[in-house]
């Protein structure tokens, strides 16, 4: 249920109504962000909303069923504030979003609260970005539960895994550049594929502090999945860990971990399943 002042309440009752939307987002780094649909900036319990990314708000659908209550939100991309570089970096993945409203004419009446929930997926069309706010029904739709399959279900390294990263981890610096997806280091010893499916992090540069998960190794060279948002230099520093296939041969030879895996390599796949005896044998 939604608390909202007297005052507030009042107003919102009469005809004419000086109202504001208000937005704020919180990143994963716990850094705030805020947008209002008014024309001046509107600072409300320590947070500024800013009118200079003013943006466009959908209806808000609300729904009797247990079905996701969306709202599109459409603004301006505002370089300052969320560049194109955040969001490609995954700055934005699973944000926190807070939707209020406000009378801007007499902001003690305080706000109250449309919605809570996280950005969907973020999309930049023509120099505006789009996101998909995800409301709370939309935790009902997401399966739990273990799943069943020839794989290992395990993150690498995790509490299930077991496997201690820092022991597989190396550090090293770029000695070459091709792109920002690919990049060489000579001084690397490791036989190919070793990193395959590790996470590179930079620790020095101008990605400096994001990581990126390795698609291939072969003859020192690095292949990442996605290209990194910003230039790789040579004498960029990294740290990479050795990957994992999540394969049970590779649990068991390269990690003599086969007694944490997660997966079932002995369970029968869909052919097999739907095998049966021919009629006319």
Known sequence: MKTVSAALQTHLGKELATLATL?????????????TSFDKDIVISGVTYKADGAFQASSIQNRVALSTDNLDIIGLLDAAMISDADLRAGLYDHARIDVYLCNWADLTQGIMQLRR???GQV????????????????????????????ECRHTFGDTSCKINLAAQTVTGAVSA???TSHFTDTSRTEAD????????TWTSG?????????KSFIAK??????????????????SVYKGCDKRFATCQTV???????GGFPYLPGVDRILNYPDARS
């Open 117 to 119: 929930g996280w950005l």
């Open 177 to 179: 550049v091709t792109d």
């Open 193 to 200: 594929d070793v990193f395959d499916y590790g996470l590179l």
């Open 255 to 261: 990690f003599n971990n086969a007694v944490n895996f």
């Open 206 to 214: 101008a990605n400096v502090g994001l990581s990126m998960e390795v």
């Open 23 to 35: 937005i704020k987002i919180t990143r994963a780094d716990n850094q705030i962000l805020g947008f």
């Open 123 to 150: 999309k930049l069309i023509g120099g505006k970005y789009q996101a998909e706010l995800r409301g709370l029904h939309d935790l009902l739709q997401r399966p739990f539960g273990k799943v069943y399959s020839p």
């Open 221 to 238: 060279q690095f292949t990442l999945w996605l290209p990194m948002p910003n230039a790789i230099a040579v004498s960029d520093t990294y």
